[in-house]
């Protein structure tokens, strides 16, 4: 059994410690929280299981660490503050452990990260002898091992366009909705998630990762933004008013280049109303779904619609995400010390899960 702790636990430290919960070969030892009115409430508890699980959570990571977990499941929010997520990650790999997460961005694609970030990356492995893989849905899964899988099926590729198509009202998240992305903001405001070189940083690794794998070379990586104001006031279950005349909706596309032409592309569709940007593209239902068209001969389009937390789509989005991290571990501690990416952990079936009750 893995000894398992998870760090975080909003939206996809939820889902985190559900999938440790529910995986046959890991046990959740550690919950650590960064709220101290967390402290103290059981794992159960803080991820809505039903029943308890007798790990208490935590402020303090120092204790936490000193047990030397065999895996941490970075699940902290790195949108905002990237340094002390690294820091983070960084303490639990000197103690030895793999760790996985979704808050380094610049690590999806660690190959092309920034020296500097993985000179430290890779010094903590060496000091632990821990590993790490970075990865998400969205970048993640979605446009990179799900694109690959199916562009395999195809005889001639044209290209390859990976869309997330969501409704961000279903988003817990406020801040990073009102502010990061920009919905509610009057149309003079920049949203930092949209400001220019930002989505090619974000989403940038996930089509070179794709390139890598295609055998392709890219002339370079562009983006274009969008976005559109809302018509009318718009009042959302979750998080209230956003008024008429305000970003209701953005699009942006992270294209890769290749002789001339973007053959691989991510795309984001973005809204708070289903009102806004009707022309955009759509999910075909509900709040939101992930898509993979490869353009060619056969042209093949596949949607993934996800759910969870009771029926909600961004909830589906973070279990699929904490579902990819968590069942790579079992690769990962088995696999040498080092910095993966998704290219080299396999997604594999859930061995010895079929049938077994939730957890």
């Given at each position: 059994?893995?000894?398992?702790?998870?760090?975080?636990?909003?939206?996809?430290?939820?889902?985190?410690?559900?999938?440790?919960?529910?995986?046959?070969?890991?046990?959740?030892?550690?919950?650590?929280?960064?709220?101290?009115?967390?402290?103290?409430?059981?794992?159960?508890?803080?991820?809505?299981?039903?029943?308890?699980?007798?790990?208490?959570?935590?402020?303090?990571?120092?204790?936490?660490?000193?047990?030397?977990?065999?895996?941490?499941?970075?699940?902290?929010?790195?949108?905002?503050?990237?340094?002390?997520?690294?820091?983070?990650?960084?303490?639990?790999?000197?103690?030895?452990?793999?760790?996985?997460?979704?808050?380094?961005?610049?690590?999806?694609?660690?190959?092309?990260?920034?020296?500097?970030?993985?000179?430290?990356?890779?010094?903590?492995?060496?000091?632990?002898?821990?590993?790490?893989?970075?990865?998400?849905?969205?970048?993640?899964?979605?446009?990179?091992?799900?694109?690959?899988?199916?562009?395999?099926?195809?005889?001639?590729?044209?290209?390859?366009?990976?869309?997330?198509?969501?409704?961000?009202?279903?988003?817990?998240?406020?801040?990073?909705?009102?502010?990061?992305?920009?919905?509610?903001?009057?149309?003079?405001?920049?949203?930092?998630?949209?400001?220019?070189?930002?989505?090619?940083?974000?989403?940038?690794?996930?089509?070179?990762?794709?390139?890598?794998?295609?055998?392709?070379?890219?002339?370079?990586?562009?983006?274009?933004?969008?976005?559109?104001?809302?018509?009318?006031?718009?009042?959302?279950?979750?998080?209230?008013?956003?008024?008429?005349?305000?970003?209701?909706?953005?699009?942006?596309?992270?294209?890769?280049?290749?002789?001339?032409?973007?053959?691989?592309?991510?795309?984001?569709?973005?809204?708070?109303?289903?009102?806004?940007?009707?022309?955009?593209?759509?999910?075909?239902?509900?709040?939101?779904?992930?898509?993979?068209?490869?353009?060619?001969?056969?042209?093949?389009?596949?949607?993934?619609?996800?759910?969870?937390?009771?029926?909600?789509?961004?909830?589906?989005?973070?279990?699929?995400?904490?579902?990819?991290?968590v069942n790579a571990i079992d690769w990962l501690v088995t696999a040498e010390p080092g910095l993966y990416d998704a290219l080299d952990v396999p997604l594999r079936p859930p061995t010895s899960r079929l049938g077994r009750k939730h957890p």
């Amino acid at each position: 059994m893995v000894t398992t702790v998870v760090w975080g636990t909003g939206n996809m430290g939820r889902a985190a410690i559900r999938a440790v919960e529910a995986h046959p070969g890991m046990t959740l030892t550690g919950v650590l929280v960064n709220d101290p009115v967390k402290a103290g409430r059981d794992a159960g508890d803080l991820a809505a299981l039903g029943h308890e699980v007798g790990v208490a959570a935590t402020t303090d990571v120092d204790a936490v660490l000193a047990t030397s977990p065999g895996a941490v499941v970075y699940t902290a929010s790195g949108d905002l503050r990237p340094d002390e997520a690294l820091s983070d990650v960084i303490r639990a790999l000197r103690k030895g452990a793999v760790v996985v997460t979704p808050s380094l961005y610049a690590l999806y694609d660690q190959r092309n990260a920034p020296p500097e970030l993985r000179a430290q990356v890779l010094a903590a492995i060496s000091e632990g002898g821990g590993s790490l893989f970075a990865s998400g849905v969205d970048p993640g899964w979605g446009n990179d091992v799900l694109p690959l899988l199916i562009s395999g099926l195809g005889s001639v590729i044209d290209a390859v366009r990976c869309q997330e198509i969501f409704d961000y009202s279903t988003y817990d998240q406020p801040d990073s909705v009102r502010y990061l992305v920009g919905m509610g903001q009057p149309m003079n405001y920049e949203p930092p998630m949209l400001a220019p070189t930002v989505p090619s940083m974000v989403w940038g690794g996930q089509v070179r990762l794709m390139a890598r794998a295609l055998g392709v070379e890219l002339d370079e990586i562009r983006e274009s933004v969008e976005r559109r104001p809302l018509e009318a006031t718009v009042t959302t279950p979750k998080m209230g008013e956003f008024a008429a005349g305000t970003q209701g909706a953005a699009r942006f596309e992270v294209q890769g280049v290749v002789e001339g032409e973007p053959r691989i592309v991510v795309e984001h569709v973005t809204r708070i109303h289903p009102s806004c940007a009707p022309d955009w593209p759509s999910p075909p239902s509900g709040d939101g779904a992930h898509r993979v068209i490869i353009e060619g001969r056969p042209r093949i389009e596949v949607t993934v619609e996800a759910t969870d937390e009771d029926g909600n789509r961004s909830a589906g989005g973070n279990a699929t995400a904490a579902g990819r991290l968590v069942n790579a571990i079992d690769w990962l501690v088995t696999a040498e010390p080092g910095l993966y990416d998704a290219l080299d952990v396999p997604l594999r079936p859930p061995t010895s899960r079929l049938g077994r009750k939730h957890p």
